[in-house]
């Protein structure tokens, strides 16, 4: 997949791919929603011979916006990269987003975007904004294409009765319910960091643990214990990790650090990239009455952990 970054107005762009097939959206998450209109546009490129792209918008519009809980994103622009390389899409169109593309009206998106990119077919969701105030709907699309491309309406994605949405996803995050959050993204949901300095309390303890550095803007789940499984170095481990601001301590830390003790692990990591998928929830943050109390109830999370990713294991190979 090839990327492509394009500011407003087009001006004397080649077209990468003329009658190309475009799906557009923010896709924050690339969640089972984002993936059926996606997965469309690429089966209608097949069906018709012709190139796959994907228009997404950098930074999130609502971050523009200035909406704080928007301050963080489910996939930072390289995680979103990888994951719509993996649907087989040709290109990525990543569009600059910023005050002056935010009051760009509807017309002005079709006659001096899509159409200078040669379009055959746009997707977009039901719930399609464009343009100034999110004036254009999928509706406004039709009636300004006139004709000169086709446009296509893919409907709601509902799972279990509820509306697969970024939002949802976000709630449940935001929960600690990062199993509900799996569900609605059709893949565990991840972090990405590097490995940091802390403060080494856990290795004096009996439990090391990797301190990630968060440099992009993920959403941070609640507060708590999880069950984890991390990748580093290309090599998968299991893990548990806690959010949180550790009060055993009586630390006063503004943001949630997060601490993931590894299973069977012993190298030096430091400086090292790291991905760690939260699997499983298993308790919230707390304060506790000694350290020893504390040390207790880390060995017993690690146990639980383990269980809970033993069965995970078992239940995915039968």
């Not at 993920?218 to 214990?225: E, K, L, S």
């Not at 430091?270 to 991905?275: S, T």
Request: charged share 20%.
């Amino acid at each position: 997949m090839q990327t492509v970054h394009l500011q407003f107005p087009l001006q004397n762009h080649e077209v990468i791919a003329p009658g190309q097939i475009v799906a557009i959206g923010e896709f924050d998450g690339a969640h089972l929603g984002h993936q059926e209109v996606i997965k469309r546009a690429v089966q209608r490129s097949s069906e018709l011979r012709l190139p796959s792209a994907i228009m997404t918008f950098h930074p999130h519009p609502r971050q523009v916006l200035g909406l704080d809980k928007y301050a963080q994103v489910l996939t930072p622009l390289a995680a979103k990269q990888e994951m719509l390389e993996r649907l087989g899409v040709d290109t990525m169109y990543i569009v600059n987003f910023n005050e002056s593309f935010m009051r760009v009206t509807p017309e002005q998106f079709v006659e001096q975007m899509l159409i200078p990119l040669q379009v055959n077919t746009v997707f977009v969701g039901f719930d399609f904004k464009f343009g100034h105030k999110g004036a254009g709907t999928p509706d406004t699309l039709c009636e300004l294409a006139k004709g000169r491309f086709v446009v296509e309406i893919v409907r709601p994605f509902h799972l279990n009765s509820h509306k697969v949405s970024s939002t949802l996803i976000r709630e449940r995050l935001q929960s600690g319910d990062v199993a509900g959050a799996e569900a609605l993204l059709g893949r565990p949901y991840s972090i990405r960091g590097s490995v940091v300095h802390g403060e080494a309390r856990g290795r004096t303890i009996g439990f090391p643990t990797a301190n990630i550095g968060v440099a992009e803007p993920f959403v941070i789940p609640a507060n708590g214990v999880y069950a984890v499984e991390a990748t580093v170095r290309g090599q998968k481990y299991d893990g548990v990790m806690n959010i949180g601001l550790k009060p055993t301590f009586g630390t006063d830390l503004l943001q949630p650090t997060l601490e993931a003790h590894l299973f069977d692990f012993s190298e030096t990591i430091y400086g090292e990239p790291i991905e760690v998928a939260l699997l499983a929830y298993i308790r919230p943050e707390r304060k506790f009455a000694s350290i020893q109390e504390l040390i207790a109830q880390i060995s017993k999370d690690a146990d639980q952990a383990k269980s809970v990713l033993a069965e995970r294991k078992t239940m995915q190979s039968s």
